[in-house]
């Protein structure tokens, strides 16, 4: 086993070795998730503190359920509501969690960096939730062990990952985590939706580029649907999303084109209509669901691993 990190703020800090050992971790926990009593008291007695700052039903609910399956004290903090409203800084709130006791963190936050603030004001671990476009590691870890789970490997797999990448934290930590084990990565875009190629190709220099969803999609593995992050987006960036639709939606066209056996995975929440239709989200080889149910035993491995 490897030595723990105290904190998770994205993928590229671990090494491949750490990111199959909380894989592993996690068929442990979906063991536990399978018994009567969903319960073990591996972290009764410490207190995790959920803070979001931004909106969330996956993420939040599942650390909730994850803290709870542990024994954990389960605190939910939400900015709405909290001193916050009153001026209250970041770095104050997160000192007044730990004089309460709080031992983890687990934090959610419009702005990219702000665990990283966060670490280096609080004693205990912490585990980024989701930081503006820069990463989530959690989304990547589970979308790791529900591709895992269903195809029995990662490496030498065809991921396309389609949408709006200019805006995704879940495709940073995704690409860090499938090339660290070896998948082959192709991102398809707009232009506008993706920014500068040369700033996925000089970090990721394994993967490839593409602007035509129906080439891309030729012999993939798995599709990675994106949601439009019509919250993060400037005006002008596409022409209407009519346009956006027919270039690089998964219809029910290009679904049957697929292989029956090519996952569909969307993070979620679905704009349906928009960057997928229901048929592509609830056909047979979709595992989008299975994305959320993992989303669970991920995060108990996480907390496990951390909690040492
Ligand atoms: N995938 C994801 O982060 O979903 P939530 O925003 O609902 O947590």
């Known amino acids: 086993m490897s030595r723990r990190r105290r904190h998770v703020i994205d993928l590229d ?15 442990s926990m979906k063991e536990v998730l399978a018994r009567e009593i969903k319960q073990v008291p591996t972290l009764r007695g410490r207190t995790v503190v959920n803070m979001f700052f931004e909106d ?10 994850a803290a709870k399956a542990l ?43 702000a665990p990283y603030l966060v670490a280096q004001h609080f004693a205990g671990a912490v585990i980024n939730a989701g930081d503006g476009r820069h990463a989530h590691p959690t989304q990547a870890l589970l979308d790791l ?21 200019l805006h995704s934290r879940v495709a940073r930590s995704d690409l860090w985590g499938l090339t660290r084990l070896g998948a082959h990565v192709t991102l398809c875009a707009p232009p506008t939706l993706l920014g ?22 030729e012999g993939a593995d798995v599709v990675m649907v994106l949601r439009l992050q019509k919250e ?38 679905m704009n349906e209509g928009v960057e997928i239709w229901p048929e592509a989200a609830t056909a047979p080889n979709s595992v989008i669901e299975a994305q959320v149910t993992n989303g669970v035993a991920v995060r108990m491995a996480l907390l496990y691993w951390l909690a040492g």
């Open 13 to 27: 800090e671990m090494t491949a070795a750490e990111i199959e050992e909380i894989l592993e971790l996690t068929e």
């Open 145 to 165: 062990f529900t591709i895992r789970e269903r195809l029995d490997r990662i490496r030498g797999l065809k991921v396309v990952i389609v949408g709006d990448i």
């Open 196 to 217: 500068p190629a040369h700033f996925w190709t000089a970090t990721w220099p394994q993967i490839s580029i593409s602007h035509r969803l129906d080439e891309a999609l």
């Open 232 to 269: 993060r987006m400037q005006a002008g960036l596409l022409p209407s999303l009519r346009e956006y639709s027919r270039a690089y939606a998964l219809t029910p066209e290009r679904l049957e084109r697929l292989g029956a056996e090519t996952l569909i995975m969307h993070p979620g929440p």
């Open 71 to 113: 024994s954990a004290n389960v605190v939910s903090f939400s900015a709405r509501g909290s001193s916050v409203e009153k001026g209250e800084s970041l770095i104050d709130t997160v000192r007044t969690l730990q004089a309460l006791g709080a031992e983890m963190v687990v934090i959610r936050h419009s702005q990219a960096g």
């Open 56 to 65: 969330s039903t996956r993420t939040r609910i599942s650390f909730e359920l």
